[in-house]
């Protein structure tokens, strides 16, 4: 067991009134999926707030690895650095891992996973073998002229995740993170000659996975070219299924 001994007790309050706000939550679990910059990285930390799940993001567990100069890490950076994607077998493993978490119990949000035909089949075996099935498939749709700009002006807190942009989301202090005042980067594949790539193979392999699961009568379709709070009420509304029966044959759901 962990040692609490040493944790604040305003640390452990804030984490009890958080599991007892928790419990009555329903299991969720969610894919989000969409190409560099939609804002998949913008909308996660609000679905893991709101809803308690847990959020696994294999960019951010891979650009951990990186930085730890773990061997996984030395393999996924020669795939990051030129924006390809990193393989299969790696990835999945880093997922099939995660899922075991104790926050991962009620349930999660994939960000950035799976982003092939092979991922996606695979993590249809991994959830199978535990007893569970997928919720929902979020496709944020956005045309590619909008994504430059987004992914030009990102700055991130890599210690959080925290993402912000210099026009569309600025922090207090440029460069400086709100919370922690600790400094903002930018990612190294965040170029315009980087991006070109990983915009390739997001048509070319990660499209087929939005088939994939519009075959299941999974995907809602969001307008992500709008501002991120319409987004995140879109995402509410697909994720509210106290008012939308089950239905496995469903055609995708658009919002208007
Ligand atoms: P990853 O880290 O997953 O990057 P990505 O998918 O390219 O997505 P991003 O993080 O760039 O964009 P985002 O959608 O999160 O955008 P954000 O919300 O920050 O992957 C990196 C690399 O890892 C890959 O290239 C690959 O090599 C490897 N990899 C990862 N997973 C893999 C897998 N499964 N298999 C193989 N390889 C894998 O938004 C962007 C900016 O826009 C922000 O500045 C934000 O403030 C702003 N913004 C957000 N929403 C809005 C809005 N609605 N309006 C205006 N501005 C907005």
């Known amino acids: 067991m962990a040692n609490l001994e040493d944790v604040s007790n305003e640390a452990l309050m804030t984490e009890m009134m958080r599991r007892m706000r928790c419990a009555s939550k329903p299991e969720k679990r969610v894919i989000l999926i969409g190409p560099p910059g939609c ?3 913008t ?3 609000i679905l893991k707030e709101s809803h308690c799940l847990c959020h696994l993001a294999t960019g951010d567990m891979l650009r951990a ?5 773990s061997p996984l890490g030395v393999i996924a ?19 099939e891992e995660a899922l075991h978490r104790p926050s991962c119990n009620k349930g999660f949000i994939l960000d950035g996973f799976p982003r092939t035909v092979v991922q996606a089949q695979k993590l249809d075996e991994m959830l199978a073998k535990r007893g569970e099935k997928l919720d929902k498939v979020l496709n944020f749709k956005i045309a590619d002229s909008i994504l430059e700009e987004r992914i030009a002006g990102r700055w991130i807190h890599p210690a959080s995740g925290r993402s912000y942009h210099t026009k569309f989301a600025p922090p207090k202090t440029p460069g400086i993170d709100d919370i922690t005042g600790e400094k903002l980067i930018q990612r190294k594949d965040d170029n315009v000659a980087v991006l070109k790539s990983r915009l390739e193979s997001f048509h070319k392999q990660t499209s087929p996975v939005i088939s994939y699961y519009e075959r299941k009568g999974l995907v809602a379709n969001l307008h992500a070219e709008k501002k991120p709070d319409v987004v995140s009420k879109e995402i509410e509304k697909a994720l509210d299924f106290s008012k939308s029966p089950v239905n496995a044959k469903q055609k995708s759901l658009w919002f208007s």
């Open 77 to 95: 950076k020669q795939a990051m650095d030129k924006g390809e994607l990193v393989s299969d077998d790696l990835v999945v493993g880093i997922i």
């Open 39 to 41: 804002g998949k990285g």
């Open 65 to 69: 690895a990186v930085a730890a100069q």
């Open 43 to 45: 909308q996660s930390p």
